[in-house]
């Protein structure tokens, strides 16, 4: 079957139709395209043109996408579509059920699964080859006993090789977490008859209303109080799918009724520190996350995090930092700015912090290695160093932030630093 054919595309040379169908699909991966970008884009195109495959692809590209997150899936819709039929059939590959070792595997890359599930909607797909009815005597028994379910595979795929569909599923998942902490003892005390500590003021003078005899010793316990949360994530490009799934994930800490944080304190970074804190108290989350992209103009571009960690240590630590605040930074650590010193930064904002604790998806790999400059500088200054790139990494936070002996990957990378834990 050709990619044509599988398409449905128009070979009349009718230019106009097909960009009519290639919007579809853009619109079906979740671009917002409506019928007035689309009579833009064709008088656009007969405008500039059509000799030049980058000339077009631009000329589109302005005309659709609207978001720097928008690139990924439409630079892979464009390839799909305008044409490339065995990058087709690799797609129809990863949407159809296959045996493991039946086949050479690769994961699909940001976006791509989004662009088949837009361009082939709709499309039959093959049926399993008929069964041989000569074959009764040989049966082939398969134990699926040890297979994972779709939930937990969902669990632990990477956020940016997920669908449309697996996002959305992703985020009613992350929706129901809660990120659990310990109360912390504060230095004050109230008074309870069943308390540890004596009470000698008021054991005084419940004896001097009696004349001087000690009826009972009194007795204090030590009060408890819930720490602040604190998050500084990485809106950067390389770091913009993950980002979107920890602030829905922080979102739903944040309205978590009793999830035992007196504040939870939120902060975007690329090139510059935005606060995002009262976007949170937004009850949707997709109004939420709207409210905050419009405010952090930086999604998606650079990198500079010695400068807005420098920012948020001289704006904002002595408010929001107090009283045995936890910090999570959730960053790549690719930092790109050469002027700022990273190092100092870091070991200032972890002498700040109850508890650092560093997400980093590049943990993801299995043969990760702290290579980069940055990496190499933030490491040293935090306590706990952790994944997040998928559900149970973000389900395994609350171990993270509630043992005091969680380290991550933190010592196995220091040992490969040639520094100490």
């Known amino acids: ?163 449309v569909a697996e996002i959305a599923e992703a985020k009613r998942m992350i929706a129901r977490l809660s990120l659990p902490v310990r109360p912390i003892q504060s230095r004050r005390s109230q008074a309870d008859p069943r308390g540890q500590l004596a009470d000698w003021r008021a054991t005084m003078r419940a004896a001097l209303r009696r004349g001087g005899e000690v009826p009972a010793l009194s007795l204090r316990r030590r009060r408890t109080r819930w720490p602040n949360l604190v998050v500084l994530c990485d809106i950067s490009g390389s770091m913009s799918q993950y980002s979107r799934m920890v602030l829905h994930f922080l979102h739903a800490v944040a309205n978590h009724k009793g999830a035992g944080w007196a504040r939870v304190h939120a902060f975007t970074f690329g090139t510059r520190l935005t606060n995002i804190t009262r976007h949170l108290a937004e009850r949707d989350v997709d109004a939420a996350l709207a409210a905050a992209g419009a405010e952090a103009q930086d999604w998606k571009g650079g990198t500079r995090i010695g400068s807005c960690l420098h920012a948020f240590n001289r704006d904002w630590s002595r408010r929001v930092m107090g009283q045995g605040a936890v910090v999570l930074l959730v960053s790549d650590g690719l930092d790109r700015d050469a002027e700022a010193d990273l190092g100092r930064e870091m070991e200032r904002l972890h002498l700040s912090a109850r508890r650092l604790v560093w997400v980093n998806p590049l943990l993801r790999w299995d043969g990760f290695v702290p290579k980069a400059r940055g990496i190499r500088a933030m490491l040293p200054h935090v306590d706990a160093f952790r994944a997040g790139h998928s559900i149970a990494s973000l389900e395994a936070l609350g171990r993270a932030i509630s043992d005091p002996g969680d380290r991550g990957e933190k010592d196995r990378l220091m040992r490969l630093l040639g520094g100490g834990g």
């Open 1 to 163: 079957m050709t990619a044509g054919r599988l398409l449905d595309i128009p070979e009349n040379g009718r230019l106009a139709d097909n960009i009519t169908h290639f919007a579809r699909a853009l619109r079906k991966a979740g671009l917002k395209v409506g019928p007035g970008r689309v009579v833009d884009a064709i008088r656009a195109v007969e405008a500039a043109g059509f000799t030049e495959r980058r000339d077009f692809y631009w000329v589109l590209h302005a005309a659709f996408v609207s978001r720097p997150e928008e690139r990924a899936v439409f630079a892979q819709i464009f390839r799909l579509y305008w044409r490339d039929p065995q990058y087709l059939e690799h797609m129809m590959s990863l949407l159809l059920p296959s045996l493991k070792g039946v086949q050479d595997e690769r994961l699909a890359a940001a976006a791509e699964k989004r662009a088949a599930e837009a361009l082939l909607d709709g499309i039959d797909r093959p049926p399993p080859p008929p069964q041989d009815d000569r074959g009764d005597d040989i049966q082939i028994d398969v134990d699926a006993s040890g297979t994972q379910s779709e939930r937990e595979r969902l669990r632990r795929l990477d956020f940016e090789q997920m669908s």
